[in-house]
């Protein structure tokens, strides 16, 4: 079971950027599928998750600039990222949450994630 993030990188505020998670070893389809971000000596928060459904929810820092989406055939997470702003820079990681029944917002319950990807945007 492996999760593998990409697409980070340095952008100006008001740019743009599409994360991928690359999936092996399971059917993220099957999962509930997360995006959390850690700053630099900050707590990991949830910014969006998706239900195995497709069902998204987003932090309020993020809704109308941020959308989460899945290719279930491809097996990859996205998160496209639109207007960014300083305070979005962070590490961003996909994680998945093993247990069945409703997408949880804390980290706790994602059991595997992936290595990060660095998001840097500047003002």
């Known amino acids: 079971v492996q999760l593998v993030e990409s697409g980070g990188g340095s952008v100006q505020a008001g740019g743009s950027l599409r994360l991928s998670c690359a999936a092996s070893g399971f059917t993220l389809s099957t999962y509930c599928m997360g995006w959390f971000r850690q700053a630099p000596g900050k707590a990991r928060e949830g910014v969006a998750v998706i239900s195995s459904d497709g069902s998204p929810t987003y932090a309020d820092s993020v809704k109308g600039r941020f959308t989460i989406s899945k290719d279930n055939a491809k097996n990859i997470l996205y998160l496209q990222m639109n207007s960014l702003k300083p305070e979005d820079t962070a590490m961003y990681y996909c994680?998945?949450?093993?247990?069945?029944?409703?997408?949880?917002?804390?980290?706790?319950?994602?059991?595997?994630w992936g290595q990060g990807t660095q998001v840097t945007v500047s003002s």
């Open positions: 994680g998945v949450q093993w247990d069945a029944g409703w997408c949880a917002w804390s980290t706790g319950p994602y059991k595997t």
